[in-house]
């Protein structure tokens, strides 16, 4: 009896994950297949048919006759120019607050808490009339800006999280053989904290590169839009869409995410984990 009950308890725990499995796989295989449709594949096929052939105009259509290059080149600038300084900052103010005793250390995280309680949405229009008036509309900076400052409250809880367990000792060896506090910061803590650095960018890089209503409110013209901002590209004015470039396009999106993360899925495991058992 307890055979059978762990015979079907498995089966159905499967069925479960396989059914699961498909429901998070499917939209980016319909995405994948839809991308080499042709015009009359979506006019006299079912929406979930395969396409009656592999057509690769759509991805042509992407590369030649949109400015996919422009938008990839715009999405790496405000991609690199987030996540260098806000890795820096968060965790430099993470471990300072971790590890360094001072007066109204528990205000200031506190107040940094406070920072994942207003979302980016509702600062739009301030933001807006500031940027405008210092003309910064349509520029680099107004895109970036917003993105590292609402981004920090969470970036440093989670370093805060990882750097309570760093060892104090290899700290205070270093400060006894002569290194500076600062130096002791980039030669240890960086190279020792490697796997938590790779979490927090992994998460925020997805963030910065799916990112649409900032790009979308401090941008005007085509040059400085985003890969988000240029699925736009295919929907005519009276609101005729062409699917089989959109699919393409989203599917050319999308790829430089997945290899991000596939490549870097390992060492984030680690570093979401890293703080669950004292080192």
């Given at each position: 009896m307890?055979?059978r009950?762990?015979?079907v308890?498995?089966?159905v725990?499967w069925?479960?994950?396989?059914?699961l499995?498909?429901?998070?796989?499917y939209?980016?295989?319909?995405v994948?297949?839809s991308s080499f449709?042709?015009l009359?594949?979506?006019?006299?096929?079912p929406?979930?048919?395969?396409?009656?052939?592999?057509?690769?105009t759509?991805y042509i259509?992407?590369f030649?006759?949109?400015?996919?290059f422009t938008y990839?080149?715009?999405?790496i600038i405000?991609?690199?120019g987030?996540?260098?300084?806000?890795?820096?900052?968060?965790?430099?103010?993470g471990f300072a607050?971790?590890?360094?005793?001072f007066k109204g250390?528990?205000f200031?995280?506190n107040y940094?808490?406070?920072?994942?309680m207003?979302?980016?949405?509702?600062a739009?229009i301030?933001?807006?009339?500031?940027?405008?008036?210092?003309g910064?509309?349509n520029?680099?900076?107004a895109?970036?800006l917003p993105?590292?400052?609402?981004?920090?409250?969470?970036?440093i809880?989670?370093?805060?999280?990882f750097s309570k367990?760093?060892p104090?000792?290899?700290?205070?060896?270093?400060i006894?053989?002569g290194c500076?506090?600062?130096?002791s910061?980039?030669?240890?803590?960086?190279?020792?904290s490697?796997?938590?650095?790779?979490?927090v960018?992994?998460m925020q890089a997805?963030?910065c590169?799916?990112?649409?209503?900032n790009?979308?409110?401090?941008?005007?013209?085509?040059?400085?839009?985003?890969?988000?901002l240029?699925?736009?590209?295919?929907?005519?004015?009276m609101?005729?869409?062409?699917?089989?470039?959109?699919?393409?396009a989203i599917t050319v999106?999308?790829?430089?995410?997945?290899?991000?993360?596939f490549?870097?899925?390992?060492k984030?495991?680690a570093g979401?984990?890293a703080?669950?058992?004292?080192?």
């Amino acid at each position: 009896m307890n055979r059978r009950k762990y015979t079907v308890g498995g089966a159905v725990k499967w069925v479960i994950a396989i059914l699961l499995v498909l429901l998070q796989v499917y939209p980016f295989f319909y995405v994948f297949t839809s991308s080499f449709k042709s015009l009359d594949d979506f006019r006299k096929l079912p929406a979930y048919a395969l396409p009656s052939a592999l057509d690769f105009t759509n991805y042509i259509t992407v590369f030649t006759k949109s400015h996919m290059f422009t938008y990839f080149k715009n999405s790496i600038i405000v991609l690199v120019g987030v996540l260098i300084p806000l890795l820096l900052f968060a965790l430099m103010a993470g471990f300072a607050l971790s590890k360094i005793r001072f007066k109204g250390r528990k205000f200031l995280l506190n107040y940094f808490l406070l920072g994942l309680m207003l979302p980016m949405q509702v600062a739009l229009i301030p933001l807006f009339t500031i940027f405008n008036k210092m003309g910064l509309i349509n520029t680099y900076a107004a895109i970036i800006l917003p993105q590292i400052a609402f981004s920090l409250s969470y970036s440093i809880q989670l370093f805060y999280s990882f750097s309570k367990f760093f060892p104090e000792e290899m700290l205070e060896a270093a400060i006894i053989d002569g290194c500076t506090p600062l130096g002791s910061f980039f030669k240890i803590v960086i190279p020792m904290s490697s796997n938590s650095i790779i979490t927090v960018a992994t998460m925020q890089a997805v963030f910065c590169w799916n990112e649409y209503i900032n790009a979308y409110t401090f941008t005007r013209s085509t040059d400085m839009k985003t890969v988000t901002l240029g699925l736009n590209d295919y929907v005519g004015s009276m609101g005729l869409t062409d699917w089989g470039a959109t699919f393409a396009a989203i599917t050319v999106t999308v790829i430089p995410v997945f290899i991000f993360y596939f490549l870097c899925s390992k060492k984030m495991l680690a570093g979401l984990t890293a703080g669950a058992v004292k080192g």
